[in-house]
Nanobody, 121 residues
Framework: QLQASGGGLVQAGGSLRLSCVAS????????MGWFRQAPGKEREFVAA????????VYADSVKGRFTISRDNIKNTVYLQVNNLKPEDTAVYYC????????????????WGQGTLVTVSS
């Protein structure tokens, strides 16, 4: 029901735009979030935005570099990732939660399959 795409191999300092398309149901009233999981590490919160498009929240490690946005008509959420660093290398997952601005993975019910972002130094 959530399909993430847009990952790839980029050099440090580069940019990507990740997309997550929802199908099968509407997530218009859900908080949409992005998480990432690097090899050998736990899944960590990246960003989240409420259904009403209010002020999003970000992990401290990505503030000022990543931007989450959503298009409720297209049932799509985006993550613009700029000034990428090697430590941003991870599989990025989109997810949907009924909890406002949820930061915990446990609060997310629906998950996409992930898209791999690899940043070379």
């Amino acid at each position: 029901q959530l399909q993430a795409s847009g990952g790839g191999l980029v050099q440090a300092g580069g940019s990507l735009r990740l997309s997550c398309v929802a199908s099968g149901r509407t997530f218009m009233t859900y908080t949409m979030g992005w998480f990432r999981q690097a090899p050998g590490k736990e899944r960590e919160f990246v960003a989240a935005r409420n259904w009403d498009g209010g002020v999003p929240v970000y992990a401290d490690s990505v503030k000022g570099r990543f931007t989450i946005s959503r298009d409720n008509i297209k049932n799509t959420v985006y993550l613009q990732v700029n000034n990428l660093k090697p430590e941003d290398t991870a599989v990025y997952y989109c997810a949907a939660s009924q909890w406002a601005l949820a930061r915990s993975a446990n609060d997310y019910t629906y998950w996409g399959q992930g898209t791999l972002v690899t940043v070379s130094s």
